[in-house]
């Protein structure tokens, strides 16, 4: 027995983890071709307990734990294994894709901050969207294009608009649970005592249909073998954000905006007629 059946386990369990937290997600990477599923499942895998600990790890002691993932992420990338699987799969993907520690030490920063912080400033705001979605973007963009330098310095900034597009509208969509079950705001320069009001919610908007805008010229330069994956999570995050702009303030503070699974489907259909027939470029 290899080592490459610990490998490919990792994988799958990096695979199981993404398919239990998060459905649209899921969707969105079965639009790729098979051998790009692999390492964005690793990442996801990695980003996800990153954000349990700081979401849902109540009663323990959150900065040291945030404290040993970085620790024992590092040490899987220097050692090219771990005994954790997620960060196994996940230090096999950094390496062979060189996601640089500068973007992961950047990501484990913005969960940092959601242990301490509530609200923030627009400058701390911009640093956290930063590190918690737009190098996620960099990390899964290191697997699209596939070593090419030319190619990921062309596309860094779609992702970048992309990871904080998809993070603002999660951010709109959740102002209730985020505020009545974790005490924060993702809304810049919104503090507790103040109201959430229409022209923030408004200015927020504004922000996500440029970065929208930004991100699809870069998904039209996408390689075929994952454009669809990518399209098609672009295409639920909008119609998403076109639901929320349609809404007023009071209705996100009581419920949470959806999309039904018949929609999502009906989406990843449109999205595969736009890419495979009508060719999105």
């Given amino acids: ?8 386990t990792s994988v799958k369990l990096s695979k199981q983890l993404t398919n239990a937290y998060s ?7 079965r639009g790729f071709a098979p051998e790009y599923r692999p390492p964005i499942y690793s990442i996801y895998g990695f980003v996800r307990i990153a954000d349990e600990i700081v979401d849902t790890f109540h009663g323990y002691d959150k900065v040291a734990l945030m404290n040993k993932l970085r620790d024992d992420t590092r040490e899987a990338i220097e050692m ?9 799969s996940f230090a ?3 390496i062979e894709y060189k996601i640089g520690w500068d973007l992961i030490d950047a990501f484990l920063k913005s969960m940092e901050m959601d242990i301490t912080e509530s609200s923030y400033n627009r400058k701390d705001y911009d640093e956290y969207i930063y590190g918690s979605a737009e190098v996620v973007g960099l990390m899964c963009l290191r697997v699209f294009v596939d070593g090419d ?12 608009m992309l990871g904080a597009a998809f993070q603002k509208v999660n951010f ?18 919104v503090h507790h005592g103040f109201l959430i009001n229409e022209k923030n919610k408004k200015a927020l908007e504004a922000e996500v ?29 909008y119609f998403l954000f076109k639901k929320i702009e349609k809404v007023d303030v009071d209705t ?30």
Avoid: C
Wanted: no cysteine; net charge positive.
């Fill in 209 to 237: 249909l440029k970065e929208f805008h930004i991100a699809l010229t870069g998904i039209k330069k996408l390689p075929i073998q994952v454009k669809l994956g990518v399209y098609s999570a672009y295409l639920y995050f």
């Fill in 252 to 281: 996100l503070l009581s419920g949470r905006v959806r999309i039904s699974n018949f929609k999502k489907f009906m989406l990843l259909f449109k999205s595969y007629i736009e890419v495979k027939l009508l060719k999105v470029t």
């Fill in 92 to 94: 096999l993907t950094a």
């Fill in 80 to 88: 090219g294994i771990s005994t954790n699987p997620i960060l196994n």
């Fill in 23 to 29: 459905t649209s997600f899921s969707w969105g990477i």
């Fill in 172 to 189: 709109l969509r959740d102002i209730k649970s985020d505020l009545n079950e974790r005490g924060r705001i993702y809304l810049p320069n």
């Fill in 149 to 160: 330098q030319k190619s990921y310095d062309e596309l860094s900034h779609s992702a970048r």
């Fill in 1 to 8: 027995m290899s080592l490459d059946l610990y490998n490919k």
